[in-house]
């Protein structure tokens, strides 16, 4: 078995929406988002998207998305 | 730092065995005591991080005792804390020398033994505990695994040319690689999954700056300075969390080094009508 990459579509979704989207700061392993509304925020749902882990502080919800950081990033940044 | 010159090793002038064995902090009970003993510990301190190399001979005990007009007996107190640290090294009737650097600590994800040996050090293991246990929740957690799931656990003190070096815990889901410890604990876990093709392609180290336990410091051998560098490491390959560790690293021995890179821009959504609902990709699904 091997594990999908996480899909940018299914992350956004995951942090509420575009619209509960603040910014997206993509690092190394992990993308850094700011939301609006950190209730709307699914961890579970982030996991299902291919995330390795998921830490939520305030609003600050970041994502490990591991080395495929890059191309989720450039993804997103079609989405949004 | 300092502008004088660094006073010459006098020849003789080296630890006797008795003073060695003097007990630390004898003879600094008075405040001028203290002052007096901080004063030529930052001295030799500074001269040791920013005038010597690896190697060098730092005064001797008479030329401080001189130069600071102190007593021997605190002079050697400094002296003999710096090799307490790990700062210095002492040579049986030869003299005090600045010890071997931190090592440079680029992470990457290579096993300690690889590490080792490319700092031209030859590694060791001894291996404390390895047994295949129930995930407890934070190992869970970090592998992605149920509470309770067989995990392998491995506790091992790393060496580098003997020397205890860091002492590291480690956990391995079970399932992914059921005979891990069959035939003995393998020298290199890494290795091991790499055979079983899971080799580690990424993770994420995490550090905290932390005191020794007793039980640490006891098997670091750690005679002065209780510092330590913890890390936290979540090893992945293609199929997911293959490794979670803990280990403790001795602060004397180790600096981290850290590749920097400029960041990627931020993202931020693009600017859109008032009234638009969100667009296709950005449902919310509450």
């Known amino acids: 078995m091997t594990v999908a990459q996480p899909r940018a579509d299914a992350i956004l979704d995951a942090l509420g929406g575009v619209a509960n989207v603040d910014e997206i700061d993509p690092c190394t392993t992990r993308l850094r988002s700011i939301v609006k509304d950190p209730s709307l925020v699914d961890p579970a749902l982030l996991r299902a998207a291919g995330a390795f882990g998921v830490m939520i502080s305030g609003r600050v919800v970041q994502v490990v998305v591991g080395p495929h950081a890059d191309t989720v990033a450039t993804d997103l940044a079609d989405l949004m | 730092m300092t502008t004088s010159p660094a006073p010459s090793p006098a020849p003789g002038a ?20 203290r002052h007096k003993y901080q004063t030529v510990r930052a001295y030799l301190v500074d001269l040791i991080e920013n005038e010597l190399r690896e190697g060098d001979a730092v005064p001797s005990e008479r030329a401080l005792t001189e130069r600071f007009g102190i007593s021997r007996m605190t002079v050697r107190q400094a002296l003999e804390a710096l090799v307490a640290d790990g700062v210095l090294q002492r040579e049986q009737g030869r003299g005090t020398f600045v010890a071997p650097r931190r090592i440079d600590f680029e992470m990457r994800l290579t096993t300690f033994a690889e590490d080792a040996r490319r ?14 246990v129930p995930a407890v929740p934070r190992v869970a957690e970090e592998l992605a695994l149920k509470e309770g799931d067989p995990v392998h656990r491995l506790e091992r003190l790393r060496t580098a040319d003997g020397e205890p070096m860091s002492l590291e815990v480690g956990w391995i889901p ?15 876990i890494y290795g091991a999954l790499r055979s079983a093709g899971l080799a580690p392609t990424w993770g994420e180290d995490t550090f905290l ?18 510092a330590v560098l913890r890390t936290r490491r979540r090893t992945y390959a293609d199929v997911g969390a293959v490794m979670y560790s803990q280990a403790c690293y001795r602060g004397d021995r180790y600096s981290v080094v850290v590749p920097l890179r400029e960041p990627r821009p931020v993202i931020v959504p693009r600017p859109r009508e008032q009234d638009e609902p969100a667009d296709t990709a950005g449902r919310t699904s509450p």
């Open chain 2, 174 to 188: 079970a399932h992914l690689v059921p005979g891990l410890l069959d035939d003995g604990v393998p020298e290199s």
């Open chain 2, 14 to 33: 080296t630890a006797t065995p008795a003073a060695a064995r003097a007990p630390r902090g004898a003879g600094l009970r008075t405040a001028r005591g």
């Open chain 2, 209 to 226: 700056a932390a005191e020794a336990t007793d039980a640490e410091a006891a098997l670091l051998e750690l005679r002065g300075s209780r």
């Open chain 2, 119 to 132: 700092r031209g050090m030859i590694p060791g293991t001894r291996v404390l505990d390895a047994a295949t």
